[in-house]
């Protein structure tokens, strides 16, 4: 990662989101944002996703006040929103989420970079990963990670967590009753990536399998070659309870995987068509 410079003057990274000092035409930004995203989302999300955007009414009216969300939010699970400039170092990140505060940026993208931003903004941030904090287990499940973060730095294994954050965070799928649903915040702030995920033929969708998604790589300027599925957000925190240091020595003999790979050890869902992904091989606001 390029080195990255403390912009705020405290330790901690933080700053005041400056609620007021948002323009018209970046709540309208915001409101174009949510508006296709609610829309998209109504069938594909998760419900945990989408019971805790209602109730934290994250919100078509515009960018959201932190002050108001961390009333509920705090009410709900305890975690609190903590405004950043940006992109901060891995320690300060697992700090924050060690002590149950989620650092998001506040700076919206622009209208030229609705489908494709390469660094989080607010509406990645907030929109796609506040409304499952508000959920019991997924807000146990974010500040364990920040735990596991810390420890995995002295490890040296940031590399091997680091991929969980992604496959399951940013980019994960749950299986519900009526079928595949989205949980990845990388995907529910993405236009393209929230049809794509679901509905194309051309990813792998594979059983979440915790050693597996340790090994696997991953493309950060393009849609995912594989989705991994978790069952339910407990089956994910019970699989991350245990103590990491025999993963971390047994992943250091083992090859990384690519992205795109399937091993016959895998619970196939859904096996990928390859890539055949003309015109749709960008993936818009990640992290
Ligand atoms: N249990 C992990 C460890 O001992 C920490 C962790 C928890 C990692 C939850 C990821 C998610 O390192
Ligand atoms: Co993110």
């Known amino acids: 990662m390029a080195t990255l410079v403390n912009r705020s003057g405290r330790p901690d ?85 060690a002590h149950r505060r989620f650092p998001s940026t506040c700076f919206i993208r622009t209208n030229e970079q609705l489908d494709y931003i390469e660094e989080p903004d607010v509406f990645h941030d907030i929109f796609g990963h506040v409304p499952l904090l508000v959920n019991p287990v997924f807000a146990d499940y974010m500040e364990a990670y920040g735990k596991g973060g810390l420890k995995a730095l002295k490890q040296g294994a940031l590399h091997q967590l680091a991929r969980l954050y992604w496959y399951t965070v940013e980019f994960g799928l749950i299986a519900t009753k009526a079928g595949l649903r989205i949980y990845g915040s990388g995907i529910v702030s993405s236009k393209g990536e929230s049809v794509y995920c679901l509905d194309h033929a051309g990813p792998n969708r594979l059983g979440f399998d915790l050693l597996r998604v340790m090994r696997t790589k991953y493309r950060i300027d393009a849609f995912q070659e594989t989705y991994f599925v978790i069952d339910s957000f407990a089956q994910l925190f019970d699989a991350t309870l245990a103590d990491f240091t025999p993963y971390y020595e047994a992943l250091a003999k083992l090859p990384e995987l690519e992205a795109g790979a399937v091993l016959p050890t895998d619970r196939v869902i859904h096996r990928g068509a390859g890539k055949k992904r003309r015109g749709i091989t960008r993936n818009p606001a990640v992290a």
Do not use: C, M
């Open 13 to 97: 990274w933080s700053i005041d989101q400056d609620w007021a000092a948002y323009s018209k035409e970046e709540h309208g930004i915001w409101r174009t944002l949510f508006a296709r995203q609610a829309k998209l989302l109504r069938d594909r999300a998760a419900p945990e996703f989408l019971d805790g955007v209602a109730r934290l009414g994250v919100a078509a009216d515009g960018i959201p006040d932190f002050r108001r969300l961390n009333d509920v939010l705090g009410r709900a699970t305890g975690f609190q929103i903590v405004a950043v400039p940006g992109l901060v170092p891995d320690d300060i990140f697992f700090e924050h989420l």
